[in-house]
């Protein structure tokens, strides 16, 4: 099993930035790759960014892109998405996720492991 847990979650003016964590522990070295999704309020669960095993490779939703970048540290377990440029729009529960498969997924029902999310929000 792999445990996750996210933070750097917050409140933030448009415009602003925030910066998000999501440690692993556990059978952490199970895992490939890794990914970011978030969940406004009476929305879906949509896809925001992921990383492949070894940091190399990296995709984006195209409304973040240019204004978020995701990252990870294998040596310390962890998962950060920089956000910069923050918009109210970009207001939702963050959630990391890992999964067993290579390469950047995209989809939700790849990952297997999430953790119980962050909240941020962006004021106008």
């Known amino acids: 099993q792999v445990q996750l847990v996210e933070s750097g979650g917050g409140l933030v003016q448009a415009g602003g930035s925030l910066r998000l964590s999501c440690a692993a522990s556990g059978r952490a070295f199970d895992i490939a790759s890794m990914g970011w999704f978030r969940q406004a309020p009476g929305k879906e669960r949509d896809f925001v960014a992921t990383?492949?095993?070894?940091?190399?490779?990296?995709y984006y939703a195209g409304s973040v892109k240019g204004r978020f970048t995701i990252s990870r540290d294998n040596a310390k377990n962890t998962l950060y998405l920089q956000m910069n440029s923050l918009k109210p729009e970009d207001t939702a529960v963050y959630y990391c996720a890992a999964t067993l498969l290579r390469g950047t997924r995209r989809v939700g029902a790849e990952y297997n492991y999430w953790g119980q999310g962050t909240q941020v929000t962006v004021s106008s």
């Open positions: 990383v492949s095993w070894n940091g190399t490779n990296t």
